[in-house]
């Protein structure tokens, strides 16, 4: 599973609401969709990952975060 088809799992499952996630990291919420428009940069996945206090490399790795 690509990194941001795990990060909106993960936000799915958590209950994160994802227009506040995109406010307040500037990141497209249309990312943030089953069918993004595009993947995630390399910043905004680092950006994400801070916001949501979660370790890039836990979620590349490890699909029982969800």
Known sequence: ???TKKIYCYM???QIDIQ???K???IDRK???KQPVR????????????Y???????IA??????
């Open 1 to 3: 599973m690509k990194m």
């Open 12 to 14: 799915k499952i958590h």
């Open 20 to 22: 506040k996630v995109s």
């Open 24 to 26: 307040e990291t500037g």
């Open 31 to 33: 990312i943030f969709q």
């Open 39 to 50: 993947p995630l940069n390399a910043t905004e996945l680092c950006e994400v990952c801070a």
């Open 52 to 58: 949501l206090k979660i370790q890039p490399e836990e």
């Open 61 to 66: 790795k490890d699909d029982t975060l969800f």
